[in-house]
């Protein structure tokens, strides 16, 4: 693989685990303003989007560092 295509690995490996993290920050904090009473809404969906949005934090994060681990085995390649 050329240079440019680790480093466009890299860049995808690093914006993906950004988000990722950010999302499990964003469901945890969430999750204790539901859990404390600071959210009035009485939604039905309220637990399916927290849990959705741990899931999702958890896969873009797998998949950014997948994407990272994938750049540094094609790096020791070269």
Known sequence: MSTEGIIAL?????ILTAVGIW???I???YF???KSGAVKS???FLGF?????LVFGVLF????????INAIINVTKL
């Open 10 to 14: 890299v860049i995808i490996g690093l």
């Open 49 to 53: 989007s927290i849990w959705f949005s």
């Open 27 to 29: 469901s945890i904090k």
């Open 42 to 44: 009485k939604s039905g």
């Open 23 to 25: 999302e499990l920050v």
């Open 61 to 68: 994060s797998g998949a950014g560092l997948g994407t990272l």
């Open 32 to 34: 204790r303003n539901v």
